[in-house]
């Protein structure tokens, strides 16, 4: 019998134990371009709220068979890595720096007598085995990322740009528990700066393909400002709804799914706009996670308005300048769309997916240079989460070929937790399809209260059947 087109992967409840055997700043190699007391500018698409954070992955590694002496295997590790940094630190300078605000709150790197990454080495006194399945991210591998003691939520001035840890398990294999700051980078320049360190480490020598490039400035707003656009997605809402309680008051468990290729292609085939302009498999697969998510949350009132926004990288829609090779800041649009209650529960699934993909192809350069604007005239100060779900498509980085640092392919790499934030659903690329194995299966992760995730899942296989 052909394995089920969606796979609900059950999470290993654990506790990890991890010791914290020291810790270390790395600086650059070699000198840098900058001196103590200087900055460098940070656009608004660097500084919007949503990049004000720190994004946590891990990766997981098996052990090197020939060494068994744990102490030394973890020596090389770190020292490869440390090393590795040091020198990708150089053309990355900026990582080294930290982050500072200036006038009106805007943020700029500032170079002064705190500098450098953090490394950590820690131990576990368990074996990567029992940590369960590997393939779906887990919140139960926390303790795998470093955060300082009583360190505050969101907190991102003064921080190190660049947390490492590495956990070094009884088996011998080890993890990789890293968190980049997003005002530095988008999801495409995390892994390219992360495609940087790895193939440092991998050849023992620098090695930049592309040569990274700052450029912010490229992105200065306009003087005068000129917003263009409303900009639903940055909009104060006071959430009229069930939604927002729902899922804050009661604790949201994290459900994770994989979903094979057929499943998505019988979506697709199903979503098709009835104006036969034809989407895309995020366009139908956003819509269909989005009405299902709802459903699953009984959502009241029927007639209030819901959001749902997703990154759209915007690269290519650059013309006026282009961007130049290399470019690793932030260069994403949060697109946005709105439907009321009522039409996701009981409208069809073409009409949703038409407005997914509207809203993705609503940002253009003109979108992005007004969302720039729209940020130095009016600076949202916190994260809007009234009536929103908010996709994250990882699907399109290729993560795990950007984590091979020597020690093959990681046994998985991602994010950890979502239920900070339960109102964030993330689209992963299986390992093996990374690698153009598996069929093109994706992992779906989505906070649910308990309650409701057993409606979810009928919803998001039911509905597909009609």
């Not at 990582?95 to 500098?115: A, D, I």
């Not at 498999?281 to 819509?287: G, P, V």
């Not at 069809?348 to 350069?365: H, I």
């Not at 409701?452 to 919803?459: I, N």
Request: glycine share 6%.
């Amino acid at each position: 019998m052909a394995p089920p087109w969606v796979q609900e992967l059950h999470l290993h409840h654990l506790t990890i134990p991890v010791t914290i055997d020291k810790m270390f700043s790395v600086m650059p190699s070699k000198p840098i371009p900058v001196k103590p007391g200087d900055s460098l500018y940070l656009s608004n698409l660097d500084d919007m709220i949503g990049a004000r954070v720190f994004t946590p992955t891990v990766y997981f590694y098996q052990s090197d068979d020939n060494n068994t002496n744990s102490s030394s295997s973890q020596k090389a590790v770190t020292e490869t890595l440390q090393c590795a940094l040091a020198d990708v630190l150089v053309p990355y300078y900026p990582l080294s720096g930290r982050l500072r605000e200036t006038k009106n709150g805007k943020l700029e790197v500032f170079f002064g007598s705190e500098q450098g990454a953090l490394i950590v080495e820690a131990k576990s006194d368990i074996s990567l085995a029992e940590l369960g399945d590997l393939t779906a991210p887990n919140p139960a591998w926390e303790p795998l990322i470093f955060k300082f003691p009583n360190e505050e939520q969101y907190k991102i001035l003064e921080m190190p740009l660049v947390i490492a840890q590495v956990t070094l398990f009884s088996c011998g294999g080890f993890s990789l528990g890293l968190r980049l700051c997003h005002c530095i980078c988008d999801g495409l320049g995390a892994m390219q700066f992360l495609g940087a360190w790895a193939a440092t480490a991998r050849k023992g020598s620098l090695v930049t393909d592309p040569e990274p490039c700052w450029d912010r400035e490229i992105f200065r707003p306009r003087d005068p400002p000129v917003v263009k656009f409303p900009h639903m997605e940055f909009m104060r809402i006071e959430d009229g709804s069930n939604l927002t309680m729902t899922l804050w008051q009661t604790k949201p468990v994290q459900k994770c799914y994989r979903i094979k290729r057929e499943f998505q292609n019988h979506v697709k085939a199903l979503a098709q706009p009835y104006d036969a302009a034809g989407c895309t498999t995020f366009d139908a697969m956003a819509a269909h996670i989005w009405r299902s998510w709802v459903k699953a949350l009984d959502v009241r009132p029927l007639d209030y308005q819901l959001r749902l926004t997703f990154s759209v990288n915007a690269r290519q829609k650059l013309r006026n300048p282009p961007l130049r090779e290399g470019f690793y800041g932030n260069v994403v649009c949060v697109a946005c769309t709105k439907s009321s209650v009522s039409e996701l529960v009981h409208g069809k699934l073409p009409e949703t997916t038409r407005l997914v993909r509207e809203a993705r192809q609503s940002v253009s350069e003109e979108y992005l240079r007004s969302t720039v604007d729209f940020v130095e005239v009016d600076r949202p100060r916190q994260l809007e989460f009234g009536g929103k779900l908010t996709i994250t498509q990882w699907t399109r980085f290729s993560i795990y070929k950007c984590a091979d640092f020597g020690w093959g392919r990681p046994l998985y790499a991602g994010p950890i937790d979502l239920t900070p934030t339960p109102q964030v659903c993330v689209f992963l690329p299986e390992g093996e399809a990374d690698y153009g194995g598996s069929g093109g299966s994706m992992v779906v992760c989505i906070c649910l209260p308990e309650s409701a995730a057993q409606k979810f899942s009928q919803a998001l296989l039911l509905d597909s059947l009609f």
